[in-house]
């Protein structure tokens, strides 16, 4: 399955932000990107990222969020609802993960997010690929990969 990832626009920002999940997750949190372009002019996600709209046959069915801190990478993604539970999601990641060590061209020697101890799918998929679980806060679990599990 191959993907391509392009700067977040404002049609891909509501276009998401109308995406409605079942059970713990309702919504990708958007209001970030609105909240952004409205105070800089620039649409910028949570804590600063830099988002990238996920295309398959030029439909948006995915979100891929990327902040680099010196040599670690902390991403955040969102697969479409009705792209999720069909065996996609280690190929997206992956796919994801190359497109932004790819992109940043910057040494990074490990790579970052958090996922709800309920999103036991989600887990499943990024200890399938190579994370591993560094610690729990709450209601969310703290993976990493190191630079030895980095998908090409």
């Known amino acids: 399955m191959e993907f391509e990832f392009r700067p977040i626009k404002v049609e891909d920002v509501k276009q998401i932000d109308s995406w ?3 059970g713990f997750v309702e ?4 209001k970030p990107y609105f909240e952004s372009l409205e105070q800089t ?3 910028r996600g949570p804590g600063g ?7 398959h046959d030029d439909d948006v069915v995915g979100l891929f969020e990327f902040n680099v801190n010196g ?3 902390e991403i955040g993604l969102a697969l479409r609802p009705d792209w999720i539970g069909k065996g996609l999601g280690a190929a997206y990641v992956e796919r994801g993960i ?10 990074v020697d490990e ?4 996922v709800d101890e309920q999103n036991k ?6 200890e399938k690929i190579g994370f591993e679980r560094m610690e729990q806060k709450d209601h969310d679990i703290e993976m990493r990969m190191s630079r030895s599990s980095f998908p090409s």
């Open 20 to 22: 409605n999940y079942d």
């Open 27 to 30: 919504k990708v949190e958007m």
């Open 41 to 43: 002019g620039k649409l």
């Open 49 to 55: 990222c830099e988002g990238y709209a996920a295309l």
């Open 71 to 73: 040599r670690i990478m």
């Open 98 to 107: 190359a497109f932004g060590v790819r992109h940043y061209e910057q040494d």
């Open 111 to 114: 790579i970052r997010l958090e």
């Open 121 to 126: 799918a989600a887990i499943r998929v990024y």
